[in-house]
């Protein structure tokens, strides 16, 4: 009886968290931020990783609450530790944009929650792993290749223009440049600006 009752807290928990995400969700949409941040907090607070996420963007875009970026890395955080894959990625952005590059266990967080984002099919973690390993100190050229073709596959024409440039100079991969004019071309019809000029 006492398992029964503790499944049933369980359960309301859950789906009170649930309710109060959507709701906030709905909220945001009518531009009623503060409300949406209120639900989203509440939800938040009971552990829920989909609603961190939310009281994350709204402390960074400042919608409901003030802006506050160390707040929202608090919540990305807590979101990434559950593995919400785009607060991995959000919070890995953090980590390096906004602390010290000296800090190697930040530097390494960040990279081991950009590569679970990436794998977890988020794009812009891809990209921005792709460009990261492409331009570190010590390039990874075929890991960023990699990242990168992940990145166009899934419709990133930055990307693409990317990949193009991994052929035309050889990096990472042979150098091709029939296979540099396709992805050229590719991003181009994306509406990809370098690619035209690169394409000329």
């Known amino acids: 009886l006492e398992e029964a009752a503790f499944q049933l807290q369980q359960i309301f928990r859950i789906d009170i968290s649930i309710a109060l995400n959507i709701l906030g969700i709905e909220s945001m ?110 390039p990874k050229e075929k890991r960023g290749l990699k990242y990168l073709l992940l990145a166009a596959k899934n419709g990133d024409a930055q990307s693409r223009y990317h990949v193009g440039v991994c052929y035309e100079k050889g990096l990472g991969v042979q150098q091709n440049l029939a296979e540099a004019m396709r992805h050229y071309q590719q991003s181009a019809a994306a509406g990809n600006r370098k690619s035209r000029e690169r394409l000329r």
């Open 29 to 138: 949409r009518a531009g009623r931020y503060r409300i949406a941040y209120t639900c989203f907090k509440l939800a938040a607070d009971r552990g829920y990783s989909k609603a961190q996420f939310n009281v994350g963007l709204c402390y960074e875009h400042g919608r409901g609450t003030e802006k506050d970026l160390e707040k929202a890395a608090f919540y990305y955080y807590r979101a990434a530790s559950s593995c919400h894959p785009m607060a991995q990625y959000r919070y890995a952005r953090y980590l390096l944009c906004h602390r010290p590059e000296n800090e190697w266990d930040r530097h390494q967080k960040a990279v081991t929650f950009l590569e679970q984002a990436a794998m977890a099919g988020i794009t812009e973690a891809q990209a921005f792993l792709g460009v990261f390993y492409m331009r570190g100190l010590q």
